[in-house]
C-alpha cells in the first residue's frame, strides 16, 4: 500500500489504521504544497474499495477504477492549479512510453476533469455550460489515448511515438484551457450540497470517498452545508480534506477530524519522486550543486516563462512604479540602488510599462505565473529591507506596498480580476506609497 508515495512518515500511521480498520470517518491531510497529500488521499480511497488484496497491483474491479479515477464511489472537489502536474505527466509518458506512465497522465487529467462531474453542477449554470464541450473533447481524446496504447512498451515506432506526443499535446492545451476558462477559485456552495446528496445514497462497492482539496479554501456558506453532513456522516462514507495552510482551517472542522501532517520531504526523497514518478533524470543532474532538488521547482520547469524572465518582469515593474512616484524624491533608496545594479547585470530591451511587463510573463499564462511574479516583487522589497538601515516611515511604507501585493493576488486568484488592471491599480498605490 502507498507505494507511490515517498517520504512522508504519516504513511505508516495511515497504512496500521487502514489494516486494522480504525480510519476515522473524516481525515485532514495537512502540509506544503507538491507533499503528496491527494495523491496519499486517492490511495487511501481505493484502499478502502478494495475487494481483495488493499496493494497497489491489485487487479480487483474496485482498484482499476480507482487507479483511472473513474470509480462512482469517489468524488473529488476544491480548487486545485493542474495544468504543470498534466504537462510533467505528458513528458513522462512521451518519454518513458510505460503503462504505468500512461497511468499518470490519466490520472493527472481526471484530477482535473473530476472537478467538473456532472453530479456536483447545476447542468444550467454558466460555467458548466462552457466546460462542457471541453470536457467532452478531452474525455474522447483519452478515451482514444488509452485504446490506442492500453499496453504500451518503449519500443513503438517512431511514428506512434509522434502521434503519441501529438495526442497528449492536445490533451495538455484542453486541460489549460479548462483550467484558465472554468475552474473555480473558492469552492461553490451549491457543489458542496450536492456532494451532501451524493454521499447519503448507498455506494456501488464497500465504501464512499468524498476528497476537498484546499479547504481552508471554502467560503463561509459551503463551510456551514458541509459542517452538517459532517457532523452524522453515513457510516458508509469517509472523508478526506487536504491543506497546505491547517491554521485557515476553522475550529469546527478541525474539531471533526482527524489531522495528519505531512512533511516537507528531504532533498533525497523529492529526487526520487522526480526520478521515479515523472521517469525524468536529467532534470535532477542538471540543477546546480548549490540548489536544493524540490518537486515545486520541477514542476515549474514546464513553465512558458523561464524563472529570470520572471524575475526580470518582477525588476521591469519596479522601475515603472518607481518612475511613476518619481524615484528621485523614493525613500527606498536601497531598492532603487538594487534595480539599478540588477538592470545593468540584465539588460532588457523593454521600456518600463505594464504591457512590458505582461508580454515578459506570456500574459501570465497559466496563472501560476502572476502568483510567481508577485512573489519576486516582494523578494525585491523584502531585500530591500533586510540590506539597508531602514527608518520607520520606511518601514510603514513597505508594509502597505505587502498588502497591496496580497490585495493584488487576490482581486485576480479570487475575484476574477485581470493582471493587467490589477497590477495597473498596483503600480498606482506603490507609487503614491
Known amino acids: 500500500m502507498f507505494e507511490n508515495v515517498l517520504g512522508q512518515p504519516v504513511i505508516q500511521l ?3 489504521e487502514l489494516e486494522q480498520g480504525k ?14 497529500k491527494l495523491t496519499a488521499a486517492l490511495e487511501t480511497a481505493r484502499i478502502l474499495s478494495c475487494t481483495e488484496s488493499g496493494s497497489w497491483t491489485c487487479a480487483c ?47 493527472a487529467v481526471r484530477k482535473l476533469t473530476s472537478r467538473f462531474d456532472s453530479r456536483l453542477w447545476d447542468t444550467d449554470e454558466s460555467r458548466f455550460v462552457k466546460a ?62 450536492k456532494a451532501s446528496a451524493w454521499v447519503r445514497l448507498m455506494p456501488v462497492g464497500k465504501k464512499k470517498v468524498l476528497i476537498i482539496e484546499n479547504a481552508d479554501k471554502m467560503q463561509e456558506s459551503a463551510r456551514n452545508a458541509f459542517l452538517k453532513i459532517l457532523e452524522e456522516p453515513p457510516e458508509y462514507t469517509v472523508f478526506i480534506l487536504t491543506t497546505a495552510r491547517r491554521a485557515a482551517v476553522i475550529p469546527t472542522i478541525l474539531s471533526r477530524v482527524r489531522t495528519y501532517l505531512f512533511i516537507e520531504r528531504d532533498t533525497e526523497h523529492q529526487q526520487a519522486v522526480i526520478e521515479r514518478v515523472f521517469r525524468d ?43 511613476r512616484g518619481e524615484p528621485q524624491k523614493s525613500r527606498f533608496t536601497v531598492l532603487i540602488q538594487k534595480l539599478t545594479a540588477y538592470r545593468a547585470e540584465h539588460p532588457s530591451s523593454h521600456e518600463p510599462s505594464i504591457t512590458a511587463v505582461l508580454k515578459l510573463l506570456n500574459n501570465c499564462k497559466p496563472r501560476r505565473i502572476y502568483a510567481l511574479f508577485l512573489e519576486a516583487v516582494i ?9 539597508g538601515v ?8 513597505s508594509v502597505a506596498v505587502s498588502q497591496f501585493i496580497h490585495k493584488a493576488m487576490q482581486s485576480v486568484d479570487i475575484f476574477n480580476g485581470t493582471p ?13 506609497t
Open 390 to 397: 531602514c527608518t520607520p516611515h520606511e518601514l510603514e511604507s
Open 14 to 16: 495511515v497504512s496500521d
Open 61 to 107: 474491479e474496485s482498484c482499476k477504477r480507482h487507479k483511472d479515477l473513474s470509480s462512482s464511489d469517489l468524488l473529488i472537489l476544491g480548487t486545485r492549479d493542474t495544468v504543470l502536474e498534466t504537462k510533467a505527466a505528458a513528458h513522462a509518458l512521451c518519454t518513458a512510453k510505460t503503462t504505468a506512465a500512461r497511468y499518470l497522465f490519466v490520472r
Open 379 to 387: 523578494a525585491f522589497l523584502q531585500e530591500s529591507i533586510h540590506t
Open 281 to 323: 533524470h536529467h532534470f535532477c543532474t542538471a540543477v546546480s550543486p548549490s540548489q536544493p532538488i524540490r518537486i515545486v521547482s520541477y514542476l515549474q520547469s514546464f513553465l512558458p516563462v523561464a524563472p529570470e524572465y520572471i524575475r526580470e518582469a518582477a525588476a521591469l515593474f519596479w522601475e515603472y512604479c518607481l518612475h
Open 132 to 193: 462542457a464541450p471541453i470536457l467532452a473533447d478531452i474525455e474522447e481524446s483519452l478515451t482514444d489515448l488509452i485504446d490506442r496504447y492500453g499496453t504500451i512498451e518503449t519500443t513503438i515506432s517512431e511514428e506512434e511515438a509522434k502521434k503519441l506526443e501529438k495526442l497528449t499535446e492536445k490533451i495538455t492545451d484542453l486541460c489549460q484551457k479548462l483550467q484558465e476558462d472554468c475552474m473555480y477559485d473558492t469552492l461553490p456552495v451549491n457543489q458542496v450540497r
Open 23 to 36: 480510519v476515522p470517518p473524516a481525515l485532514l491531510f495537512a502540509g506544503p504544497e507538491s507533499s503528496g
Open 420 to 432: 493587467q488592471a490589477a497590477l495597473e491599480t498596483l503600480s498606482e498605490q506603490i507609487a503614491f
